[in-house]
């Protein structure tokens, strides 16, 4: 390779490295969604703190808001992988509580890509 071919090979691998975080980020986080059994029943805004309790299929669930994230703060389910999950911040981020039918979600103005989107 010639030094003109390094220069451009670098100059190309800049640029890609510089506009990816741009092409896949879904913006601010915005809102958390809870979902019982695919329903929607709650939307809360991440600009306020917040708990709220959720009935499922094991029993309740706690769903806390501070601003800019949400978690689930605490669940009947027996490995807690969902509130092991922690705080979530992202657009499209997601913690499922599987036995009690219950999952929260992160939404922002626009979709992001993830692993499923490939």
Known sequence: ??????????????????????????????KAVVRRDGVVIAELPLTQARRIEVA????????????????VAADPGPRQYCVRQ??????????????????????GRTASHDSLSY
Not at 56 to 71: D, F, N
Request: proline share 7%; charged share 10%; hydrophobic share 55%.
């Open 56 to 71: 499922g299929a094991l029993g309740v669930s706690v769903i806390e808001v501070q601003p800019g994230r949400a978690r």
């Open 86 to 107: 922690g705080w979530l911040t992202q657009p499209n981020a997601i913690a499922i509580c599987a036995p009690s039918h219950i999952s929260l979600s992160i939404a």
């Open 1 to 30: 390779m010639k030094p003109g071919d390094w220069a451009m090979l670098l100059l190309a691998a800049a640029g890609t490295a510089a506009l990816a975080p741009i092409a896949f980020s879904g913006g601010a986080a915005e």
